[in-house]
């Protein structure tokens, strides 16, 4: 498939885009695009940077060759050119691999949402496999994920990964990148030199069954019991819901919210989050948000009764007596669990 890829390269965007992309260079980079140099300034300040992140961390660096970058305008055209290499348009930016390095470019398109991650990912990957080829998959992989990660807080990427069986076999391409972020940051030293001495082989070894090596030097990390209790101490949504609702009934709301919002990053579509969330701040008199979360914990799939019940508690807490009325009613009529406790709190009202 490299092979029908580079064939394709040679020819077709030439013949398609020739007239379209103008090449701009910087530093370590030429970008083929139809921008100007000052409409894709951001995009270029962010390769630089990523690169020098990426030399100070890995070291790979072993020519001063530019890495190549392709930035469509938009997503229609950026569909048409991954179409021309034959590979499947995806609204996720592309590594593009070609059997010559010095024709694999990354390519992406203006207009993604939240293009920072995506772009990290694939330039990374392009920098492992122009400095440090050789390597396993997974091993590539798992590098460019950490580093497309690292910036974002590590509870928001392991929401769905157990801990109780990670790494429990073979090193996985979608979880590697987790033994990376053991790998860069443990204190222990045996472990560190493991990672510097692939990366050492991938830049300065000729010989040719890297791969290899590499597996068999990981094997045995992948069953240790460091790394699993490095793992073990790493908290998960039901870990974050938990201590949330136990701040909460401590009346300890900012500490409450803090893991409140967590489970509500990890798990978006969980309404007990969101419901929670609405009893903390209703408790610190800031009933609009409380409102907002009440409401979110509805669409999301939460009981409507008791739903219902402490939207009516928030306002008539916010002194705002029609509206407590109006969501109490709403409870007496569900006839359930709820309705000697509505009926109470509106017999109270009719005091004001």
């Known amino acids: 498939m490299k092979f029908i890829y580079y064939i394709i390269l040679l020819f077709i965007p030439t ?9 701009i260079k910087s530093e370590n980079f030429i970008f083929e695009t139809a921008q100007s140099k000052d409409a894709i300034s951001e995009i270029v300040d962010f390769c630089e940077e990523l690169n ?40 996720d930016f592309t590594y593009a691999n070609f059997e010559d390095n010095n024709r ?69 391409d979608s979880t590697a990148w987790l033994l990376f972020d053991f790998l860069f940051n443990t204190n222990n030293k045996e472990y560190n030199r493991l990672l510097w001495d692939s990366l050492s082989m991938l830049k300065y070894s000729d010989i040719e069954d890297k791969e ?31 201590q ?7 009346n300890d709301y900012k500490n409450a919210i803090s893991n409140l919002t967590i489970a509500t990053e990890l798990k978006p ?23 907002s979360h009440f409401s979110l914990a509805m669409e999301k799939g939460a009981d409507n009764e008791i739903t219902l019940y402490s939207i009516g508690v928030n306002f008539y807490a916010q002194k705002n007596m029609d509206l407590a009325k109006k969501y109490l009613n709403m409870v007496i009529d569900f006839n359930g669990k709820y309705t000697n406790k509505a009926e109470l709190l509106l017999n109270e009202i009719k005091k004001y």
């Open 212 to 242: 290899k090596i590499i597996n068999d030097g990981f094997k045995e990390l992948s069953i240790d019991i460091e790394l699993k209790n490095y793992y073990a101490n790493i908290k998960g949504y039901s870990d974050y819901i938990e």
């Open 104 to 172: 694999d470019r990354v390519i992406l398109y203006l207009g993604k949402a939240n293009w920072h991650g995506s772009l990290a990912h694939h330039l990374t990957l392009q920098y492992m496999d122009f400095y440090g080829s050789g390597a396993p998959y997974w091993f590539n992989l798992g590098i460019a994920t950490y580093f497309d990660s690292v910036d974002r807080e590590k509870k928001l990427v392991i929401q769905n990964i157990s801990k109780e069986t990670l790494f429990n076999n073979n090193i996985e």
């Open 269 to 291: 579509k969980m309404y007990s989050p969101d419901y929670y969330l609405g009893l903390c701040y209703s408790r610190m008199e800031k009933y609009e948000k409380a409102y």
């Open 52 to 91: 020098k992140k990426l030399n100070l961390e890995l070291k790979l660096k072993n020519n001063n060759n530019s890495r190549r970058i392709v930035i469509l305008t938009d997503k229609n055209s950026y569909d048409n050119y991954l179409e021309l290499l034959n590979i499947t348009p995806r609204e």
């Open 244 to 250: 949330g609702i136990d701040f909460y009934q401590k």
């Open 15 to 23: 013949l398609i885009f020739s007239q379209e992309l103008t090449e």
